[in-house]
C-alpha cells in the first residue's frame, strides 16, 4: 500500500526531503518533540497520536486512511488476536512498546507516547473497551453506534467525564465537505422551513456467522449498523431533536434473521418544528444509500449519502461540487482539532451526539415492538 510515511522512508534523508512536502509529517520533528499526553508536534502544529483498539475490517480501513493524516498518526495497537500484531507493526512501523492486549491493555496509562484509544470492535465491547482507556487516563474515540441503548451510553459519557477525558464518536459524515455544504445551506436559510427529510440506508447481509448477525455482540439488526446513518442524518439534515417516533418492523426471511436481528424497520421521526422525517433500514435490499431533504424554498439530495465515497448530490441550485474526501483521514485530523486544539466542529461528535442517536433508537425499537407512538423530549 502506497502512504506518504512509506514514501518518505524510501528517500533517504527522510527528515529534510519531509520538509520540502506541504502537509507531510517530518519524522525528525515527530522524534524529537517531548512527548507528553497533549500530542506531539509535527509541521502542521499539534500531532494526536493513536492507538487502535480492534484490528478488523474497519480498524484496517482507518489505519490506512490515518497514513494520510498530517495531524493525526497511528503509533499503537491494541488487539485479542496476538498473530495480528507483528503484521500491524510491519505494515505500519509500530512500535513494541506500543503493542497491547486485552488483559494488559490498561497498562497503557503509563504511556505517554499514546494520547488516545479508537475503539473499532463489535457494538456490545464498544462500553467496557472505552470506559477501560478513559479510565487509564486516554482520550477515547469510538466507532458507531456508540453503544446498544442510551442508559450505556450515559454510563460512558459519565466514565469519560469522571475520567477527565473527551468521548468521541467516528461520526466520519460530519466533515464531509458536500454534507457540510448542505447544513450550511440550510442554516442560511437557503432551503426555506425545513418540512421533511427521507432516509434510506441499506443492504444485503451476507455471512450469517459474523458478529453482526449475533444480538449479543450487535445488540440489534440493520438499525444498530446502517440505519443509524439515517437516525443520526435525520437530525442532523433537520437540525432538531425529534419530539415523537414511530416505527414498523418487517421481517420476510426469519430463518437468516433470527430474533433480535432486525431485517428491515421503517420509521417516522417527528420534530418540534412541525418537520418529518421517514426513513427506512435494511439488511435485506441491495445497496440503499439516500438522503433527501426538502424545504419550502428548496431542497437537497445525496445519493449516495453515507458510503465511503464519493459522496455525491445535488440542490434545487444544481449538482453539489465540493470536493471527494478520504473520511477517515478527514475524520481524524479533524478530531485531532477538537482534542488537542479544542476545535468545535460543526455537527458534534461527542459522547453527548451518540447519547441523542441512542434515545431515538431506543424509541424506535419500542415502537416497533408496541405499534405506539413514543414520545420524546425534543
Ligand atoms: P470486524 O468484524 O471486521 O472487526 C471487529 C474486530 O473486533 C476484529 O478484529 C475482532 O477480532 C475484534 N473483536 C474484539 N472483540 C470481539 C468479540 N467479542 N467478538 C468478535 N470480534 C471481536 O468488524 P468491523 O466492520 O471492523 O466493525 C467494528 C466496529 O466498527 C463496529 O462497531 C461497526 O459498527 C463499526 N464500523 C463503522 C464504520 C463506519 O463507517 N464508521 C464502518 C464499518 C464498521
Redesign the pocket.
Same mark, same amino acid.
Given at each position: 500500500m502506497y502512504s506518504r510515511r512509506n514514501f518518505l522512508q524510501k528517500l533517504t534523508g527522510s527528515a529534510v526531503a519531509a520538509s520540502f512536502i506541504p502537509g507531510v509529517l517530518s519524522a525528525a520533528a515527530l522524534s524529537a518533540t517531548a512527548v507528553s499526553s497533549a500530542g506531539c508536534t509535527g509541521v502542521d502544529g499539534p500531532v494526536l497520536r493513536v492507538a487502535i483498539l480492534?484490528?478488523? /475490517? @474497519?480498524? %484496517?480501513?482507518v489505519a490506512d486512511a490515518m497514513q494520510a493524516c498530517t495531524k493525526a498518526k497511528l503509533v499503537g495497537v491494541i /488487539? !485479542? %488476536?496476538p498473530a &495480528?500484531i507483528p503484521v500491524w507493526q510491519a505494515k505500519y512501523n509500530i512500535p513494541a512498546k506500543n503493542c497491547y492486549n @486485552?488483559d494488559n491493555f490498561d497498562q497503557i496509562k503509563n504511556n505517554p507516547d499514546i494520547d488516545a484509544v479508537y475503539v473499532? %470492535? =463489535?457494538?456490545? %465491547? +464498544?462500553k467496557d473497551f472505552v470506559i477501560r482507556a478513559a479510565k487509564a487516563g486516554k482520550q477515547v474515540i469510538c466507532? &458507531? =453506534?456508540m453503544a446498544l441503548t442510551a442508559a450505556e451510553s450515559r454510563e460512558m459519557i459519565d466514565a469519560c467525564k469522571a475520567a477527565g477525558v473527551h468521548l468521541l464518536v !467516528? @461520526?466520519?459524515m460530519h466533515f464531509e465537505p458536500k454534507t457540510l455544504e448542505v447544513i450550511r445551506m440550510r442554516n442560511a436559510g437557503e432551503l426555506g422551513k425545513i418540512r421533511f427529510f427521507q432516509g434510506l440506508s441499506g443492504f444485503n447481509s451476507g455471512d450469517p456467522n459474523?458478529?453482526?448477525r449475533n444480538p449479543k455482540?450487535s445488540g440489534g439488526g440493520s438499525l444498530?449498523?446502517i440505519g443509524i446513518y439515517s437516525v443520526n442524518g435525520a437530525r442532523y439534515m433537520i437540525g432538531e431533536e425529534p419530539s415523537w417516533v414511530t416505527a414498523q418492523e418487517t421481517k420476510t426471511d426469519p430463518a437468516r434473521f433470527v430474533p433480535g436481528i432486525d431485517e428491515t424497520i421503517q420509521f417516522q421521526l417527528g420534530f418540534p418544528s412541525g418537520a418529518v422525517a421517514s426513513c427506512l433500514s435494511t439488511y435485506n435490499m441491495d445497496n440503499l444509500d439516500r438522503f433527501f431533504l426538502d424545504g419550502t424554498a428548496g431542497y437537497a439530495e445525496l445519493l449516495p449519502a453515507t458510503g @465511503?465515497g464519493p459522496t455525491k448530490g445535488r440542490t434545487n441550485k444544481g449538482e453539489l461540487t465540493q470536493p471527494d474526501t478520504v +473520511?477517515q483521514t478527514v475524520q481524524m485530523d479533524e478530531m485531532s482539532g477538537i482534542l488537542l486544539q479544542g476545535h468545535k466542529p460543526v455537527v458534534p461528535v461527542d459522547g453527548e451526539e451518540a447519547y441523542r442517536d441512542a434515545v431515538v433508537v431506543d424509541a424506535i425499537y419500542q415502537a416497533a415492538k408496541t405499534g405506539q407512538k413514543v414520545q420524546l423530549k425534543g
Open positions: 480492534g484490528l478488523g /475490517s @474497519y480498524g %484496517t480501513r /488487539s !485479542g %488476536t &495480528k @486485552y473499532i %470492535t =463489535p457494538n456490545a %465491547t +464498544h466507532e &458507531k =453506534p !467516528g @461520526y466520519r459474523q458478529w453482526r455482540l444498530m449498523d @465511503y +473520511h
